[in-house]
């Protein structure tokens, strides 16, 4: 018996395989459109975010889109000021993830000028934006970005650089935060150095740095030595008029300048006005010569005794009882003649040499930030007579500096710069005094040096000559016995004038070293002999031990006792 079976349905594997392969890719598709969604949505996000902020941090700081100045070089093109790339640290307080108590102190310990309590203040505040710290060093904003927080912000702003530090700070002055020009010569050259035209060209100043930073250098030495308050240090082109060196101490450094205090921030040799004693004896004889009051610089005049002129009793420190020449009076700085010689010159012609060195007038340069002299309201016969040798006058070591330059570079008194100048931009100046007049106070100056009270200011083979000039500070009702203000104003080479120097020390005291004598002669003039000894060689000046300016004249004018050569 046979027996039929029914044979089962083939499948189609193949077409079972396809539709899986479909349904999978499928699925894959979708996956991958809502991941490329997601990322889409998150770049937007971002995006959004950073035009936000870059908009915030603008509208909280005004200087998101700050341009470069130019930068500020030296005469030789040292850079003395540049705008670089800097960090800035900001959170946005709105979209603080941390815990706010815990971060506070974390900010605090990396950035203390800020207490917990502030930093608290700002991170619970809710704005949308907030600067924790501009101009930030790179090594701090890593290890503000390693606390982890996103809400913070690290922004590159322009920062305003002095890589110099306090090299000639008080010329250059500083920039605020929007990088504008605040003091100095920073906001003196705004328009210039914002100037889109000339921003790639830096601005040449007059300053040379390496003069700059010896002055500096010696300066502090010697304020840290005598224990001086203050100090004013000044190199000068006799025949330009151009600055080399502008110092005033104490200092501080423009890259930190909100941090410095006010003395630190006041320029003593702009803004300091100082009786400044015997400097003054040179102009008077200088002007005493001009107006034919001194016809013959061998011509004795009367020092047995102090003058009493008034309730004023005028006295020698150096008392030589006697009668004495010009080159004696100066060489002993003596009072008691160079007042006579005043009380001739008469308050008239006085005041005429006094104003044409600009003695009643601020300073005439680029600084801003500069004082009015003290004039005498009323010359009596008394004042003329101590004005003669520094005293009831007050100017800044800055113009005493411009009256040493015009009494040696041929009596031509030229306006002070801080700019470098080109030969055909020198001014041809006022004449103040005779060229022979020049000639004779510059042998006189190196006399005061050779033989006098300025010996200690003998740069060897430099030919220097100068003035010392130490008074007593004025306040209210008389003079301070103790508080001196010791000065020495010099020039080099004497036998051909390039350059003055002055060195201002303010209430120095002595030490074992000068025998307890505060005076300039022990406390300025050494600083000046090493100041010339380091820049004459920079500034082009040879050291010679054959050539100087003829002083054998003079000094055989010089009484000397019985058996002295």
């Known amino acids: 018996m046979s027996r039929l079976v029914a044979k089962p349905t083939a499948t189609n594997k193949v077409g079972l395989r396809q539709q899986m392969y479909a349904l999978v890719q499928q699925r894959l598709m979708i996956v991958m459109l809502l991941l490329l969604f997601g990322v889409v949505a998150v770049s937007v996000r971002i995006g959004w975010l950073s035009v936000m ?3 915030e941090a603008h509208a909280a700081s005004g200087s998101g889109d700050l341009s470069p100045r130019a930068d500020i070089v030296d005469r030789n093109g040292v850079t003395l000021a540049r705008t670089i790339d800097a960090w800035s640290i900001a959170v946005h307080p709105d979209r603080l993830l941390s815990n706010p108590q815990e971060l506070a102190p974390r ?10 309590a502030e930093y608290l203040e700002i991170l ?11 101009r930030a060093l790179p090594e701090l904003v890593a290890e503000v970005n390693a606390l982890g927080e996103p809400a913070m912000e690290y922004l590159r702003e322009p920062e305003r650089l002095y890589p110099q530090t306090n090299l000639a700070a008080h010329i250059l002055g500083w920039v605020n935060l929007d990088g504008e020009g605040v003091t100095g010569m920073e906001a003196v050259l705004e328009d210039q150095l914002m100037d889109p035209g000339h921003r790639s060209e830096p601005v040449a100043l007059s300053i040379d740095s ?17 224990n001086a308050i203050g100090a004013a240090g000044i190199v000068l082109d006799a025949h330009t008029g151009e600055l080399l060196a502008l110092t005033s101490l104490p200092n501080f450094n423009p890259n930190a300048a909100n941090r410095a205090s006010d003395r630190a921030r006041f320029n003593q040799a702009t803004m300091g006005f100082f009786e400044l004693g015997s400097t003054f004896k040179p102009i008077t004889v200088a002007a005493a010569i001009d107006a034919g009051v001194v016809e013959d610089l061998s011509f004795r005049r009367d020092a047995i005794e102090p003058i009493q002129v008034g ?19 100066l060489v002993y700085s003596s009072n008691i003649v160079t007042a006579r010689i005043a009380d001739h010159l008469g308050a008239e012609r006085m005041q005429a040499v006094f104003r044409d060195l600009h003695f009643d007038d601020p300073i005439d340069f680029e600084l801003p930030v500069r004082g009015r002299p003290i004039w005498p309201e009323y010359w009596a016969r008394s004042t003329v007579m101590t004005a003669g040798y520094g005293h009831g006058i007050a100017v800044s070591p800055l113009h005493l500096a411009n009256a040493y330059a015009t009494l040696v570079n041929g009596g031509l008194h030229r306006p002070l710069t801080l700019m470098r100048l080109s030969p055909e931009d020198v001014p041809e100046g006022e004449r103040v005094f005779r060229e022979e007049t020049s000639y004779e106070m510059r042998r006189l100056l190196r006399l005061i040096v050779q033989e006098g009270t300025g010996r200690n200011a003998d740069a060897e083979g430099f030919r220097v000559g100068g003035k010392t000039g130490t008074a007593e500070k004025a306040y209210a009702g ?7 203000v010791s000065t020495f104003a010099a020039a080099f080479p004497m036998d051909d004038p390039q350059f003055v120097v002055l060195i201002m020390l303010d209430e120095p005291t002595g030490d074992a070293g000068t025998g307890g004598a505060a005076t300039a002669g022990w406390t300025a003039a050494p600083v000046v002999a090493r100041v010339v000894s380091r820049i004459g060689p920079l500034l082009g000046v040879i050291p010679s031990e054959t050539r100087d300016i003829d002083t054998a004249g003079l000094r055989a004018m010089l009484w000397r006792p019985r058996g002295e050569s």
């Open 53 to 55: 902020a870059g908009g």
């Open 107 to 116: 900010l605090h310990t990396l950035m203390p000028e800020r207490s917990e």
């Open 124 to 134: 619970t505040s809710g704005r949308t934006f907030s600067y924790l710290r501009r």
């Open 210 to 226: 390496r003069v700059q930073a010896a002055v500096q250098s010696e300066l502090a030495a010697a304020m840290r030595r005598f």
């Open 311 to 329: 309730r004023f009793t005028i006295r020698d420190d150096h008392p030589q009882r006697r009668f004495l020449n010009v080159p004696e009076t």
């Open 478 to 484: 008389g003079y301070r016995e103790h508080a001196l």
